[in-house]
Each structure stands twice: as C-alpha cells, then as structure tokens.
C-alpha cells in the first residue's frame, strides 16, 4: 500500500509533504477496527530495526531530488512508526539534513512511554497522537491492543510529552458509532484533552475500508455529541460527504 518513501501529498494542514512508512506492512502494536491499511497481520509492541538509517536516509534523499519542494516530512503509513528501533537516530539525520523542511509524526500515542521515543518526537515540528478513548473499554473494543500496553501509562506519558513539547500539537479522534460517541466516553475524551491543550483537534470519521465492515459513519446525533462534547476546541471535523 505505501513504499517506504510515499507522495508527495498535498494537504490543507501539511501543504506539500512525504511520507516515510517504517513499519513493513502490516506490523503495529494495534489492531484498530478502522485501520485503513487492514488488519494487523503482525500485532507486536517489539521496536525494531526494519530497515538501516543510512538506506531510508538515501531513499529520502532521493526522492526530494526528483519531486522538488515538500514542506514536510511526514513518518506515517502501514503501523506505528516508534516501533522502528533507530527512531532517535533517523530523527536526527533527518533534522541535519533536511533543516528547511518541516518533520511531522502521525502516531498512535503508546510509545511515549520509552525514553528513546520520547525524547526522538521531541525535536519533531508536529505531533499528531490519536487518542480514541480514555476509557479501557473503548480502547479495547477501538484499538484492540498489544497485551503488553496499559492505557494508564499511555495517557501518562502523552501528557507529560506535551508538558514537554515545544512544537504544534494536534489530536486526532476517530468516531466508532456505538463505541466511543455516548455521551460518556466524549466527555472523558474531552477531559483529558483540556489537559493536553492541543492546539487542533481532528475529528475523524469512516472515509475509506475499515478493517472491520461493522465500523460506519456516524449519523447527525453522533456527530452533535460529538461537537458539544468538543465544543471548547478548535475542532476539524472530517465527513464523508
Ligand atoms: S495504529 Fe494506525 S496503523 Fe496501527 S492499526 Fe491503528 S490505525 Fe492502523
């Protein structure tokens, strides 16, 4: 579905950007049911060493070479990009030699409780976590995850990222009818998000194949919960049309 280096894409919120995939497909430490890239084949929460930094440093070399201008690099894809090993490492390759371009993570937030990770997202420009539930129920039935990972420490350490974190900060939610948008769970959502203090929220909801064929768009109720839980945010709501 992705090559390792993918795009350029052009996006209202990243302008012109690349994507890095460094997990093969389809490895993450979840199995979310609206995954768009289907279901996790290899459910793992071991960080890895998929590919050198030196080859995906040279792959990206090479495409800027030949597509010209990008405002940002992005690391998303097929999986969670933190449980590529050397993340510190390309971080830091990519900021040394890229220093014009922006580097964007799309993350699925439960790495934030190594060190390595920590520190390596620090000196990205933009942070995008998902947190689709605060409570174990949603987060179970939504992101079906590695037994190895605890929501508790999750929510933590993201919190304490973002007590940390000099760069743009924005969250992402994905709407799972009949899970996660009663009254209950958008409220706790919203809860934790006043602490977070993301500067965007993106409410996303079914636009392509899920991993599940149960996940559906929500209908208008879900949606006005959605925006009164929300409402104190700056909120971008993404609808089939
Ligand atoms: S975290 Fe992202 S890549 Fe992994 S299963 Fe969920 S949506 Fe798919």
Not at 147 to 162: M, T
């Amino acid at each position: 579905m992705y090559d390792l280096i993918f795009g350029p894409i052009n996006s209202r919120r990243l302008g012109r950007s690349l994507g890095i995939n460094l997990t093969p497909n389809k490895t993450c430490n979840l199995d979310c049911v609206y995954c768009e890239c289907g279901k996790t084949t290899k459910l793992s929460n071991k960080r890895e060493a998929f590919y050198t930094t030196e080859h995906i440093l040279e792959e990206l070399r090479k495409k800027i070479k030949s597509v010209g201008h990008i405002d940002y690099i992005t690391f998303s894809g097929t999986g969670e990009p933190a449980l590529f090993k050397d993340i510190k490492k390309l971080v830091t390759g990519i900021k040394k030699e890229h220093s014009d371009k922006k580097l964007a993570v799309i993350t699925n937030a439960t790495l934030f409780t190594d060190q390595e990770v920590f520190d390596a997202f620090l000196e990205a420009d933009l942070i995008l976590p998902s947190v689709d539930s605060v409570l174990e129920i949603g987060f179970s039935k939504i992101n079906r995850p590695h037994a190895d990972l605890k929501l508790k420490d999750i929510l933590a350490s993201l919190l304490k990222f973002r007590n940390e974190y000099k760069g743009k900060f924005w969250v992402e939610v994905f709407i799972c009818p009949g899970i996660n948008d009663s009254e209950e769970e958008l409220n706790a959502i919203a809860l934790y998000l006043k602490k977070l203090r993301p500067e965007r929220v993106q409410v996303n909801t079914l636009d392509r194949k899920p991993t599940e064929a149960w996940v559906k768009v929500p209908d208008q109720a879900s949606i006005d919960r959605v925006m009164k839980a929300f409402k104190d945010f700056s909120v971008d709501l993404v609808l089939r049309k």
